[in-house]
């Protein structure tokens, strides 16, 4: 069982917006640690997407957008394209287990 | 953009040592803006993080591993290495290594090396 915990699944159609949570503890995210999301396309590595809660690193389009709020965070998807078919993970720090944690995973299928 | 790449063997007997190696290329391990870590994941599941290495050569490990592995780094190489000791069926899974990065966002990781399969199996 994960420390941060996240819907095994969504779904959208093209074009639509979905969200993925990420819901955590007065340890991790409630304690103000940063959220990091990851996308791992099937068969490949993950690849980060979304740093410290809502940044987006350089080459990853501005459909992906990250918020936190309180002891939760999430990932917002607007535009659906099949290609945005994956896995998708949060990340943070946990001070009860003194390090990194991640989140048990969403997979995002494109109707 | 620094690139990763694992390497290693792909089976290992059970009880016996799991041992690989990440290679970096594009950058130099010892240029102190990153960490260096493992993760790993069983098919079809989540990410489980196994530890990192400063280039000081400190290391941190997740505490339900950190009898069983020694994380090492070899700045002559530019590379790193995972031991992991006494394995079982449970630890077969797809190993990364990855870059970990630390700000005052914490510690994030990519990029990522492409990941190897390791199977325990006799």
């Known amino acids: 069982q994960s420390v941060l915990t996240q819907p095994p699944s969504v779904s959208g159609a093209p074009g639509q917006r979905v969200t993925i949570s990420c819901t955590g503890s007065?340890?991790?995210?409630?304690?103000?640690?940063?959220v990091h999301w990851y996308q791992q396309l099937p068969g490949t590595a993950p690849k980060l997407l979304i740093y410290?809660?809502?940044n987006r690193p350089s080459g990853v389009p501005d459909r992906f957008s990250g918020s936190k709020s309180g002891t939760s965070a999430s990932l917002a998807i607007t535009g659906l394209q099949a290609e945005d078919e994956a896995d998708y993970y949060c990340q943070s720090y946990d001070s009860s287990l003194s390090d990194v944690v991640f989140g048990g995973g969403t997979k995002l299928t494109v109707l | 953009q620094v690139q990763l790449q694992e390497s290693g063997p792909g089976l290992v007997k059970p009880s016996q040592t799991l041992s690989l190696t990440c290679t970096v290329s594009g950058g130099s391990i010892s240029s102190g803006s990153y960490y260096w870590s493992w993760i790993r994941q069983p098919a079809g599941k989540g990410l489980e993080w196994i530890g990192r290495i400063y280039t000081s050569g400190s290391t941190n490990y997740n505490p339900s591993l950190k009898s069983r592995v020694t994380i090492s780094v070899d700045t002559s190489k530019n590379q790193f290495s995972l031991k992991l000791s006494s394995v079982t069926a449970a630890d077969t899974a797809v190993y990364y290594c990855?870059?970990?990065?630390?700000?005052?966002?914490?510690?994030?990781?990519?990029?990522w090396g492409q990941g190897t399969l390791v199977t325990v199996s006799s």
């Open positions: 990855a870059t970990n990065y630390y700000d005052s966002s914490g510690f994030r990781f990519g990029p």
């Open positions: 007065s340890s991790n995210i409630g304690a103000g640690y940063g």
């Open positions: 410290g809660n809502s």
